[in-house]
C-alpha cells in the first residue's frame, strides 16, 4: 500500500471507543423518545404487526390444537371406559334374559305336568327326567332317570304336555328306556272319545315330518267321526290305560273295502320339545297284545 493511500486511512479513520459511545447515545436517545413520544410507536407497530402477531397467532393455535387433541384423548378413554361398562351391563342382562327365558319355560313344562297329574289324579305317578335319546329330531325313543327303585316297570304308561307319550320297555335300578308312539311301526290301540268307535294308531316318523302320524281301521259307519275330534287309548289295550289323549284327527279317507277308514292324526305331545315326563307306575294287565 502506497504511503499516500495510508495516510488518507488513518486520516478517515474512527477509534472503536467513540464508536460505540455514539451507538450508546443513539440508543438512549430512541428509548426517551419512545417513552416520551410517539414518534416511533408507528413504526414499532408496524413491525410488530408483521413478525410478532404472526408468531403469536402461530403459538396460540398450536397450544389450541395440543389442548383439544389432549381433551379428545382424555374423551375418547372415558368414552371406552363407559362402552366397556355398557357391555357388561349388556352382557349381563342377556345373561339374565336367557335364564328368566328358561326358567319361564321350564316353569311352564311344569305347570302342564302339575294339570296332567291333576287330569290323571287316579293314577299313582313319579316324575322323571329324559337323560338320553337316539339321535334324530323327534324323541322316538329316550332314557329316564327313575327305575325299579322308584316303582317303574316294563309297560309302565309315560305321559307328558296333555297325554301319552309312550310306555317303558326296559328298566334299570335307576333308569328306564321308553318308546313312544310316534316311532316306526308302533300301534297303539285305540278309540274315538266322542263315538267309541276303535281305531289302530301307527307311528311313522316320516310324517311326524308334518306333525302327524297314522291311524287306520276306523269303523264309522254312522259317519260321526270329524276332523279335530279327539283319539284316546281304548279300553281293550293290553299295554295302555283307557282313556289316555293321544291327538286329534287331521285327515279321513275311506279305505277300498268301503268299511273302515283311515287318515292322518296330530299328536297332543310335543316330541321335539320334551324334558320331563310322569310315568304311570300302575300296569294294565291283559292277556292280549298290540
Request: charged share 20%.
Amino acid at each position: 500500500m502506497s504511503p499516500l493511500v495510508k495516510r488518507k486511512k488513518e486520516r478517515y479513520s474512527l477509534p472503536t471507543k467513540y464508536i460505540l459511545l455514539i451507538l450508546t447515545l443513539i440508543c438512549v436517545i430512541l428509548m426517551i423518545l419512545s417513552f416520551t413520544t410517539n414518534i416511533l410507536s408507528a413504526p414499532l407497530n408496524f413491525i410488530g404487526g408483521y413478525s410478532i402477531v404472526p408468531f403469536q397467532k402461530g403459538l396460540t393455535s398450536a397450544s389450541s390444537y395440543f389442548v383439544n387433541r389432549t381433551a379428545n384423548l382424555k374423551k375418547m378413554e372415558e368414552l371406552t371406559e363407559e362402552n366397556e361398562k355398557l357391555r357388561a351391563q349388556v352382557d349381563e342382562l342377556l345373561s339374565d334374559n336367557t335364564n328368566l327365558q328358561q326358567d319361564k319355560y321350564e316353569l311352564a313344562q311344569l305347570r302342564e305336568l302339575f294339570d296332567l297329574n291333576s287330569e290323571y289324579e287316579e293314577y299313582d305317578k313319579v316324575g322323571a327326567h329324559i337323560i338320553a335319546s337316539d339321535p334324530g329330531n323327534w324323541y322316538s325313543s329316550f332314557v329316564i332317570d327313575k327305575g325299579a327303585k322308584d316303582g317303574i316297570q316294563v309297560d309302565c304308561n309315560v305321559i307328558a304336555g296333555s297325554g301319552l307319550v309312550g310306555r317303558v320297555t326296559s328298566v334299570g335300578p335307576n333308569y328306564s328306556k321308553v318308546i313312544s308312539i310316534i316311532s316306526d311301526n308302533v300301534n297303539t290301540s285305540a278309540m274315538m272319545l266322542a263315538s267309541e268307535d276303535n281305531l289302530i294308531v301307527t307311528g311313522n316318523l316320516e310324517t311326524m315330518k308334518n306333525g302327524v302320524i297314522e291311524y287306520s281301521q276306523l269303523a264309522d259307519s254312522d259317519e260321526k267321526v270329524g276332523v279335530g275330534d279327539k283319539v284316546v287309548t281304548s279300553n281293550i289295550s293290553d299295554k295302555y290305560l283307557p282313556g289316555i289323549l293321544i291327538g286329534y284327527i287331521d285327515t279321513i279317507n275311506t279305505d277300498s273295502n268301503n268299511l273302515t277308514k283311515s287318515g292322518t292324526l296330530i299328536p297332543v305331545v310335543d316330541f321335539k320339545h320334551l324334558e320331563e315326563v310322569l310315568v304311570i307306575k300302575q300296569v294294565k294287565l291283559s292277556p292280549y297284545s298290540e
